[in-house]
């Protein structure tokens, strides 16, 4: 494998080409290649985290290959998708090695094409008194479809060995005023001018407040970035490109409904209920495809959790389910695409965006001193609900504090950026711990529930089938427990003496500013 | 990594010419190859249009910090590289006789330049002396040209005779004929004549043509500039046949 040659790359306006060319053949050394031209296809998840991790997915006849910014990587992590469709997951692709990098970026997420450019490309050969070719001259034109503006590039390739009378053409280049050695790298200029410079905003970049705003100017200003990120997902879900856009959506549309309901009196109490009405009814439109989403991703682990000779009996289930979901699919596609769906949304928003509310009681308070003062409410909930916990608690009384805890969580982001970054990051970071804990509680009560549930409404169900979701229920009950058990351990983990002295540090000094 | 040498102890046989088209095939087989030129003729540089580096010296190429590395030139032709000839290759033999490990020097070489290719083709000056000795260490296998006539036959049994007296493993010689013109009798008669005795023989010869000249006016392999000349055709075979064992 020889190592790659380094190049040097000037930009140049396309309409200099000719004279750039006219003073390259003055040169007396230049004689012309071979013409070639490519597709360039970028692939990449919804939020990019492949460019976030600094990797590019690209796509040339029909074979992936990797591009690191350093270089392409070598021939051996190409690999064919094995399906064809809408998007590809990490699973979709032949090579071990790239499964192993993409899953470890892409995690539930599908890459797409978010982006596509063409080039064309002029050789040339640069050769000296031998004849011998001591440099070779590409000028790549990269065009995006549908688009204006051209990127045109001057390389020049010394061979090596000929770095030295290479590099006089490189400072007659330099010297020319046609020709900047300022090139924007091929595949950013193509994300850019694809418009996919930057990957859609995270909550905790984009909602910015100040702790002097009012209360409706900040709850208004989250409204409205939950409402467009939920807006934004809605193209995927119904391409069917992951079920992380839809769970997107969801999350916005929760996160939403739980900031009118944290924060209260942000609105009139009439409009209040309205809004936390409306929001209500989105979400629960989508309630049952999530639930499939869910089993379904779930299918090998579940699966794997029963005997052998069990796990046949639970195809049925999973066929059904995926028949289900078909349904499901096309029965949100329709409600998105609905007349009904797109004017609800687009008054919803444009409420958001006029920011003409009715006023409620705290619409004039300052944000800072209100956030602080729910956040260590919230805490001081959480706590009393953690600390009364043992063995003998009714299950009611965990599920209570897990949503307790999930407000606090939310409270936290959504009002991360009034308070010291630090701070927040590490008690979200140990609220999740104990988060986590408490949602596999929860999850596997639900799983029963949706068994039983299964189990009950289905007609003509074979032996095998009852039998392994028997197995199923008996074996998620034990897990429960377990979980469970967890509980008091790790609310004694979150809430250490640390924990109480940082939430006051952090909160106690803004509220005490309100009294 | 393989090397492979296109030697022997006489001139005007034809291994340059087959050193010049074995490592263009060996790169249009999608190996990265090195040629050494380590003639100091420099007829295999002057094919690819290249002249040896100023700093180039036999002290520098041999002697413990070597600057073989930057002395390394990229031919016209993409992954096919050359390390150039140099005039003071003359005095190489006076050289390795004043150094420890004589014998392996080149070996060393080589293994220190090698890294980053798949095959190295060494294109060797005619002589029996210590320079040959460096290749017989170094080199894989051999290629030898025999031009069919009996005083070559007699020449290759020397240097069979020469193996076995200094230990080397005979059959890393692969003796192939060169320049065969199959209207002369002679020439069939010398080429049947061997085939019979030396299984070792490759089956591939190369004709005697004008075409194979001309690389002297093109500077470049014949396989290059007339690739469906029976010449170049012999060539490619003989890649292949090489390799393919
Ligand atoms: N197959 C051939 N047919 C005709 N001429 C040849 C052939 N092979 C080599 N020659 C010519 O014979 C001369 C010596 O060949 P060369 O390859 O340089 O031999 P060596 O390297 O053994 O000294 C060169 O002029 C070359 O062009
Ligand atoms: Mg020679």
């Known amino acids: 494998m020889l190592e790659s040659r380094p190049q040097l790359r000037w930009r140049f306006n396309p309409s200099d080409l000719e004279s750039i060319l006219e003073a390259l053949s003055a040169t007396g050394s230049i004689h012309p290649g071979k013409d070639s031209s490519s597709s360039i296809e970028i692939f990449d998840s919804f939020d990019q985290c492949l460019r976030q991790a600094d990797l590019f997915l690209l796509r040339q006849r029909g074979l992936f290959y990797f591009s690191f910014p350093d270089g392409e990587t070598p021939p051996e992590l190409a690999s064919k998708a094995r399906k064809q469709g809408n998007g590809y997951f990490w699973q979709d692709f032949e090579s071990p090695v790239a499964q192993a990098i993409l899953k470890k970026h892409l995690k539930l997420r599908a890459v797409t094409r978010i982006a596509n450019a063409k080039s064309e490309t002029k050789a040339f050969e640069l050769r000296n008194g031998d004849d011998k070719i001591i440099s070779r001259i590409q000028i790549e034109t990269i065009t995006c479809p549908g688009r204006e503006s051209t990127l045109s590039v001057l390389i020049l390739s010394p061979l090596r060995g000929y770095e030295e009378e290479s590099n006089l053409i490189a400072l007659f280049l330099d010297a020319a005023s046609e020709l900047d050695r300022d090139v924007p790298s091929t595949l950013d200029w193509v994300l850019a001018e694809s418009g996919q410079n930057t990957p859609p905003p995270s909550p905790s970049q984009a909602i910015q407040l100040s702790p002097e705003q009012s209360v409706q100017t900040a709850v208004t200003e989250i409204a409205s970035f939950m409402i467009q990120t939920a807006r934004r997902s809605e193209d995927g879900i119904k391409a069917d490109i992951d079920t992380e856009y839809l769970h997107d959506y969801r999350v916005s549309i929760r996160k939403l409904r739980s900031v009118l309901s944290l924060i209260k009196g942000a609105y009139s109490k009439e409009e209040t209920r309205h809004l936390k009405a409306q929001f209500a009814e989105l979400a629960r439109a989508t309630n049952r495809l999530r639930d499939l989403d869910v089993y379904l991703l779930e299918e090998t682990a579940i699966t794997l959790s029963l005997p052998d000779y069990l796990q046949p009996g639970l195809e049925r289930m999973f066929t059904d389910f995926r028949a289900e979901r078909v349904q499901e699919l096309q029965r949100i596609r329709r409600h998105l695409r609905s007349k009904k769906y797109a004017a609800t949304v687009e008054e919803l928003a444009s409420q958001f965006e006029t920011g003409d509310q009715p006023e409620g009681k705290r619409s004039h308070l300052p944000i800072g001193q209100v956030a602080a003062a729910e956040i260590l409410a919230h805490y001081q909930r959480v706590s009393t609900l953690g600390s009364a916990i043992n063995d003998q608690t009714p299950d009611d009384e965990v599920h209570e504090l897990r949503i307790e805890c999930k407000k606090l969580r939310y409270l936290l982001e959504l009002f991360s950026s009034l308070f010291p970054p630090k701070e927040i990051k590490t008690i979200i970071k140990q609220l999740k711990g104990l988060q986590n804990t408490l949602g596999d509680f929860n999850d596997y009560c639900v799983q029963q529930v949706a068994l039983s549930d299964y189990l009950e409404k289905t007609p003509r169900l074979g032996r095998n089938t009852a039998a392994a979701l028997g197995g199923l229920i008996s074996h998620l009950h034990r897990k429960q427990v377990e979980a469970r058990s967890h509980v008091s351990e790790r609310f004694i983990q979150f809430n250490d003496s640390k924990m109480k002295t940082r939430f006051k540090r952090t909160f106690k000094k803004s509220r005490k500013e309100r009294i | ?245």
């Not at chain 2, 320079?131 to 069919?148: C, G, R, Y």
């Not at chain 2, 061997?194 to 396989?223: C, D, F, N, W």
């Not at chain 2, 055709?233 to 390799?243: K, P, Q, R």
């Open chain 2, 1 to 245: 990594m393989s090397i492979i040498a296109c030697y022997s102890s006489k001139g005007g046989v034809g291994k340059t010419a087959a050193a010049v088209n074995l490592a263009y095939a060996s790169t249009a087989a999608g190996n990265s190859t090195l040629l050494i030129d380590l003639d100091q003729q420099g007829a295999a540089s002057f094919y690819f249009r290249i002249r040896p580096p100023k700093k180039l010296r036999a002290k520098r190429l041999i002697g413990k910090n070597n600057t073989a590395y930057d002395s390394i030139r990229e031919t016209d032709f993409e992954a096919l590289h050359l390390l150039p000839a140099h005039q003071s290759y003359r005095n190489f033999d006076a050289l390795l006789d004043g150094m420890k490990k004589s014998h392996t020097r080149l070996k060393a070489l080589i293994d220190e330049l090698s890294e980053e290719y798949d095959q190295v083709i060494l294109d060797c000056p005619p002589s029996l002396s210590l320079v040959a000795e460096n290749i017989f260490q170094a080199a894989d296998t051999l290629l030898v040209p025999l031009v069919p006539t009996t005083l070559s036959l007699r020449t290759y049994e020397q240097l069979k005779e020469f193996f076995e007296d200094s230990g080397y493993k005979r059959k890393r010689l692969r003796p192939f004929f060169s320049m065969v013109d199959k209207r002369k009798r002679l020439h069939q008669h010398v080429v049947s004549q061997l085939r019979h005795t030396e299984k070792r023989l490759l089956q591939t010869s190369i004709p005697y043509s004008a075409e194979v000249e001309a690389m002297g006016t093109h500077r470049e392999p014949v396989l290059h500039f007339a690739p469906r000349h029976p010449s170049s055709i012999a060539f490619e075979t003989l890649w292949e046949e090489v390799v393919s064992e």
